[in-house]
Nanobody, 111 residues
Framework: VQLVESGGGLVQPGGSLRLSCLAS????????TGWYRQAPGKQRELVAV???????NYADSVKGRFTISRDNAKNTVLLQMNSLKPEDTAVYYC??????WGQGTQVTVSS
């Protein structure tokens, strides 16, 4: 199983980014998929999760700003991030079935 994230970068506060996670060796829609993040000096934390039934759950800190979705045709999970804040700065990781991890993509929110 391989998960490859993309879409990170540097953005100003209030800006938007869309992260993508392309999977191979697994079918994402068959398992819960999620996005996590880890800021320097902090533990990795859950950002958003999408169940096989299509239900979503978000960390309180991102509710109303982030949206997780899945493109089954492309075997990809997405994270649309709007109204970004400096405290959103972290390495973002994709996860499948609470077992498989991607290598991470850096998101930096700074003016």
């Amino acid at each position: 199983v391989q998960l490859v994230e993309s879409g990170g970068g540097l953005v100003q506060p209030g800006g938007s980014l869309r992260l993508s996670c392309l999977a191979s060796g697994t079918i994402l829609r068959m398992y819960a998929t999620g996005w996590y993040r880890q800021a320097p000096g902090k533990q990795r934390e859950l950002v958003a999760v999408l169940t096989t039934a299509g239900n979503t759950n978000y960390a309180d800190s991102v509710k109303g700003r982030f949206t997780i979705s899945r493109d089954n045709a492309k075997n990809t999970v997405l994270l649309q991030m709007n109204s970004l804040k400096p405290e959103d700065t972290a390495v973002y990781y994709c996860n499948s079935n609470f077992v498989h991890w991607g290598q991470g993509t850096q998101v930096t929110v700074s003016s």
